[in-house]
């Protein structure tokens, strides 16, 4: 008699989507990525923010790559993709806006991922919030005069879009910082290598 092999089941995919949230200037375009496992043991929530110019479409391959095991939000920041503008498009009104978003979340804690113009937000967030910020990663960051100083264990990926003297002003202002090279990619960082991103970076939060 033949045997029978069990029946493998397929693993369940991360679940994406996009919904709206409120916020202090209307409401926030968000793509959203959730565990199979429904969220319920999961770890530190992660706030994905875009460059400038730019819309929470750059994360759009690596959601699902990151979200394995933590809910994860990409914002379209205020006046870019969907979401309703802010009085003057500042970084600190960005800020503001994903502060705004993680209280009506109710989320204690967060972790924050930035490109260029978003990695400055999420430094002033960082700055302002350190009760609700505790991880930072940031890529392609232009350490421009006034940059907050921050306490959190962060992740700086150096890419071709940093100077030297950036470099220079970040590491004085994180001393916290791991700074690691990814010159292959710029840009177009998080849709070139989704993969390898995530496992870095989720390596990273999860430590």
Do not use: W
């Not at 100083?149 to 879009?161: G, I």
């Amino acid at each position: 008699m033949a045997k029978h092999s069990k029946l493998t089941m397929p693993a369940e995919a991360v679940r994406t989507r996009r919904a709206y949230f409120d916020c202090r200037f209307g409401q926030l375009h968000v793509r959203t990525a959730f565990p199979a496992t429904g969220g319920f043991d999961e770890q530190v929530t992660l706030f994905c923010l875009h460059a400038d110019q730019s819309s929470s479409r750059a994360f759009a391959r690596f959601l699902p790559e990151i979200a394995d095991v933590r809910s994860v939000y990409a914002p379209d920041l205020p006046g870019l993709g969907e979401s309703d503008p802010s009085p003057t498009l500042s970084v600190g009104e960005a800020a503001g806006a994903i502060s705004d978003l993680a209280d009506d979340l109710r989320l204690r804690q967060i972790d924050l991922l930035g490109i260029n113009s978003g990695a400055r937000a999420a430094l002033d967030l960082a700055a302002a919030r350190p009760d609700l910020v505790r991880r930072l990663v940031l890529a392609g960051v232009a350490a421009v005069d006034g940059i907050p100083a921050v306490k959190q264990q962060t992740l700086v990926m150096r890419t071709r879009l940093e100077t030297p003297d950036d470099i220079a002003k970040l590491k004085g202002a994180l001393p916290n910082g791991k700074f690691v090279d990814v010159e292959d990619y710029a840009t177009d960082l998080f849709a070139a290598a989704p993969k390898t991103l995530a496992k870095q970076i989720g390596t990273f939060l999860s430590g």
